[in-house]
């Protein structure tokens, strides 16, 4: 018989590099930096390789990356975490996230999900038994459609999927969107899985509230981090997760039977990075924000429609003032015709969603975005 995971399709980001790669394309698809993360913390991390120790560190991940992030949650959001019972280490956001639904829901327990979403979540709901619901978000501002949730949510449902800033749209929630949020994990009470990996990539002054600082919230609530997109350092695959005791131990049993721990060396370099304080987040952010900047304006100049981007590494664009046809097809053509890859927002839908948005990265060199725009101008 065909196995379960024999019918999922190969991720977008696979294909789209494979395909990137097979052209010669500039990938703007999937999300990573074409530069390595800061000189110093990769000099911890080679140092530590070298001097040791490269055994099995704790499950729970090293005591001083643990102390970091709590010392790091407190810092940025005021959260006061026991790093021995509330801090966990994994090995990448994707780890976390799959713990926290192996660990938290039962066999039909519905799981609640915003799309366009992450392309990880609904496989891992369906692998761990739980059943998506999913509410569509709506361009151009992606508004929290309160009232959709408010009939998704029902005495079946354990747990709320939260992305902010959000992948692919780059939407940050709004103070006011998570207070009606919290509202309804409240009214409902359920789980709030809060996946923050883009925390310090957040544009225009605007600041990331965590879900798990609203009143009510500390309980129920696991903020999920990660240090390659916090660093850069994507390929490190260092993520954590915080939550109270009683939430963070049902996740730690299938973190124990996943990857069990993380490698030691990442982790002290980790360590390292989460200690800095917050002009050195502000600045690699402002950074970045003058990416996002030159493209935004550029893809307007070529005229696409460019959709808001409060933070993360994307902007979404609408490509109906520039081609007929769906956001795959056109995808497909600018990778191996103008040799510039991006990514269909289409696929971030579970059943049918618009095919008209498409995804390209920023977090490049200058003078590759700016080589991309004009190969995207002759091509379109
Ligand atoms: N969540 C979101 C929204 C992401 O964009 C990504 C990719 N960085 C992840 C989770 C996975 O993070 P990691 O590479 O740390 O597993
Ligand atoms: N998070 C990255 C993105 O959205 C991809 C990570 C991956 O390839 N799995 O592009």
Redesign the pocket.
């Known amino acids: 018989a065909n196995s379960v995971l024999s019918s999922y399709s190969t991720?977008v980001?696979?294909v789209m590099?494979q395909l990137a790669l097979e052209h010669d394309a500039i990938n703007l698809?999937?999300?990573?930096p074409d530069e390595d993360g800061p000189e110093e913390l990769r000099k911890i991390a080679a140092d530590s390789l070298m001097e040791g120790p490269n055994q099995y560190p704790s499950m729970m991940g090293i005591p001083e990356l643990r102390q970091a992030i709590a010392k790091h949650d407190k810092k940025f959001y005021g959260i006061n975490l026991d790093w021995k019972t509330e801090v966990m280490v994994t090995s990448g956001a994707?780890e976390a996230l799959a713990d926290c639904l192996f660990g938290l829901i039962e066999p039909g327990d519905e799981v609640v999900v915003l799309e366009p979403s992450?392309?990880?979540y609904i496989p891992l709901i369906k692998r761990a038994g739980g059943i998506p619901v999913t509410v569509q978000m709506s361009a151009p501002d992606w508004k929290l459609p309160i009232e959709e949730l408010d009939e998704a949510l029902t005495h079946d449902t354990k747990l709320i999927i939260i992305n902010s800033p959000m992948?692919?749209t780059g939407k940050a929630f709004h103070w006011e969107e998570l207070e009606a949020l919290a509202e309804l994990c409240l009214r409902y009470d359920i789980y709030a899985v809060c996946d923050e990996?883009y925390e310090h990539l957040i544009f225009d002054g605007r600041k990331h509230y965590p879900l798990i600082t609203l009143p009510g919230m500390r309980d129920r609530t696991v903020r999920i981090g990660s240090a390659g997109?916090s660093f850069a350092l994507?390929g490190w695959k260092i993520g954590y997760i915080c939550g109270a005791p009683e939430v963070l131990a049902p996740i730690a049993k299938a973190h124990q039977f996943t990857t069990f721990t993380t490698p030691p060396n990442l982790q002290k370099a980790v360590a390292a990075g989460l200690s800095k304080d917050k002009s050195y987040f502000a600045s690699m952010t402002k950074d970045l924000e003058a990416k996002r900047d030159y493209l935004a304006k550029a893809l307007a100049d070529i005229g696409f429609e460019v959709l808001p981007c409060d933070g993360t590494?994307?902007v979404t664009v609408d490509i109906r003032g520039v081609h007929n046809g769906r956001d795959e097809e056109f995808c497909r053509y600018i990778t191996t015709e103008a040799k510039v890859a991006a990514?269909p927002v289409s696929v971030f839908y579970d059943m049918e969603g618009p095919s008209n948005l498409v995804?390209f990265?920023f977090s490049k060199r200058r003078e590759v975005l700016e080589e991309a725009v004009s190969r995207l101008r002759k091509a379109l």
């Open positions: 991720t980001f696979e590099s698809g999937q999300g990573f994707t992450y392309d990880c992948n692919p990996v997109k994507t590494y994307f990514i995804r990265c």
